[in-house]
């Protein structure tokens, strides 16, 4: 039993942290989030079917990732402040040519800005790359319910200003600069299981 | 004209995450494409979504350190070696953890009681004789008790005597100073000295 409990932490352990950092945006509520999940498996090892054991794992995490949020929403003011003295130290240092980094910065703050569960589905399916199946199995929702879900949630992340200021203020730089606007079938950074 | 275009642009639009996920159909995809190359707003639209689409997909996957892990093991291990005697605990045991759950009053009372019980079961069947004495030498002929029964039977019966003694011991342990065991203790010995006596007697030679 405690050969395959490791095993179960082996296989999953990347993926409920990653999870969680992705959501939390804070590494140590991250590893509390990872230990609580993995505590709880091997307490309730004996009554999960463990041929849903990866959705049941996501579920624990995702309803961890909730009660820490809330938790946060005590301190919101202090990590306001202390999330726009960072990104401003981080904008003077990416003017020095780090745009990418500091788009993906933006980004993952706005992933962390969603609200739930566009934040999971994005994470999930998007940078996690699971399937539609293992989603709806993790939320409690149908398969149609987690389409129109990261549908909404991918229009939200569009939606953020601060983000598409980023955006065309590098395309601006990058005006000169020829791209092929289609590539049709393109199968750059798809991770996605269908 | 501008009205079509706008509903049309705002329908292209709408497709952007089908293209890129690569879910729409030849002739979708036909559409969009001739659309987009055409369109500078939904062009512009659409490389800002593949510019987002694609930096979340190359966001990478994190993995935390194995130091995170380590309480997540012992706590395992933990709850393991807690949980692997217990299963292995013998019935006395059980019964003591079971009285240790109990009220203070309640295990004191019950506990003595219960030995009370058991030792003067004992002792009647050693001491009181037969209602009908003759009657069971009638029925049960001497012959069947042999010297070998009755040392047996005296030794099964030595051996609940240790039985009890421990029990009482034990007893005595929880219950301290309260109740004192010795008498019933010594009333079993004098009742077994008394059987031994009768032995040598023929006329109350009973199965014993």
Redesign the interface.
């Given at each position: 039993?405690?050969a395959l409990?490791?095993q179960a932490?082996d296989l999953y352990?990347?993926?409920v942290?990653?999870f969680a950092?992705?959501s939390l945006r804070v590494r140590e509520d991250?590893?509390d989030v990872?230990?609580e999940v993995?505590?709880k498996l091997?307490?309730n090892w004996q009554k999960i079917d463990h041929e849903k054991l990866g959705a049941w794992l996501m579920r624990v995490a995702h309803n961890s990732v909730i009660d820490h949020v809330r938790k946060q929403r005590g301190q919101q003011d202090n990590l306001d402040k202390f999330a726009e003295v960072e990104e401003q130290v981080g904008e003077d240092f990416d003017e020095s040519g780090r745009d990418q980094d500091s788009?993906?910065r933006h980004?993952?703050s706005a992933?962390k800005a969603l609200d739930d569960p566009f934040r999971s589905i994005?994470i999930m399916r998007?940078?996690?790359g699971l399937s539609y199946e293992e989603i709806q199995g993790s939320l409690d929702l149908s398969t149609s319910q987690v389409k129109v879900y990261?549908?909404r949630a991918?229009r939200k992340?569009?939606e953020n200003t601060q983000?598409?200021q980023l955006?065309e203020t590098q395309?601006a730089d990058n005006s000169k600069a020829t791209?092929p606007?289609?590539v049709?079938?393109s199968d750059?950074?798809?991770?996605?299981a269908k | 004209m501008p009205n079509s275009n706008e509903s049309q642009c705002y329908f292209i639009q709408l497709q952007i995450d089908g293209y890129l996920d690569q879910e729409l159909n030849e002739a979708q995809q036909l559409v969009f494409v001739s659309h987009v190359q055409a369109c500078a707003v939904c062009a512009s639209e659409f490389r800002y979504a593949q510019t987002v689409h694609d930096a979340v997909m190359e966001l990478p996957q994190i993995d935390c350190m194995d130091s995170v892990l380590e309480p997540v093991y012992r706590s395992a291990a933990a709850e393991s070696q807690t949980a692997e005697p217990r299963q292995r605990e013998s019935l006395p045991s059980q019964l003591g953890a079971f009285l240790y759950g109990l009220p203070l009053y309640f295990r004191y009372g019950l506990s003595s009681a219960v030995v009370a019980v058991i030792a003067l079961a004992v002792s009647f069947s050693v001491i009181t004789p037969r209602d009908k004495p003759e009657q069971l030498v009638a029925n049960e002929s001497a012959e069947q008790y042999s010297a070998e029964d009755i040392s047996r039977a005296l030794e099964e019966l030595n051996v609940a005597i240790d039985y009890l003694n421990q029990l009482s011991q034990r007893t005595e342990v929880m219950i301290g100073d309260r109740f004192l065991v010795s008498p019933i203790q010594d009333s079993i010995n004098a009742s077994f000295e008394k059987a031994m006596m009768r032995e040598s007697d023929p006329l109350q030679n009973g199965p014993i």
């Open positions: 039993m405690r409990y490791q932490i352990r990347q993926r942290f990653s950092h992705y991250a590893e990872t230990q993995f505590i091997w307490q788009f993906k980004l993952q992933i994005v998007d940078i996690q990261l549908h991918r992340l569009r983000l598409r955006f395309a791209k606007v289609l049709a079938g750059k950074g798809n991770r996605h | -």
